[in-house]
């Protein structure tokens, strides 16, 4: 069974930076595609950046140049590093991966699902 359990969260100053961590066990292949989305109360859920399996990342417009995904070299965290943050960034940040274990997402954030907790990550003005 896949598990995903994000870390890092926190609260920053506007323009801080925070790294996000996801810790992925259960896939049985090496290469997934994984992401991380975000939800702030009362909106609806938003895909901020995604990895796909061949490598291929994906960043909403909003956090392009400011934020980073990437995988450790075990494959087995995921990270975002996110650098200056406004306070539009505040929200829970969900780590997400595929319903099925290996192969690609085409790029596309409606194929990921929330598999964790969330890590609250507030940016203050």
């Known amino acids: 069974q896949v598990h995903l359990a994000e870390s890092g969260g926190g609260s920053v100053p506007s323009g801080g930076s925070l790294r996000l961590s996801c810790t992925v066990t259960?896939?049985?292949?090496?290469?997934?595609?994984l992401g991380w989305l975000r939800q702030v109360p009362g909106k609806e859920r938003e895909g901020v950046a995604l990895?796909?399996?061949?490598?291929?990342?994906v960043y909403a417009d909003f956090v392009k140049g400011r934020f980073t995904i990437s995988q450790g070299n075990a494959k087995n965290t995921l990270y975002l590093q996110m650098n200056n943050l406004k306070s539009d960034d505040t929200a829970t940040y969900y780590c997400?991966?595929?319903?099925?274990?290996?192969?690609?997402?085409?790029?596309?954030?409606?194929?990921?699902?929330?598999r964790g907790q969330g890590t609250l990550v507030t940016v203050s003005s």
């Open positions: 990895l796909d399996d061949d490598g291929t990342t």
């Open positions: 259960g896939f049985t292949y090496s290469t997934n595609c």
């Open positions: 997400a991966a595929t319903a099925w274990d290996g192969g690609s997402c085409r790029q596309d954030f409606r194929h990921l699902e929330v």
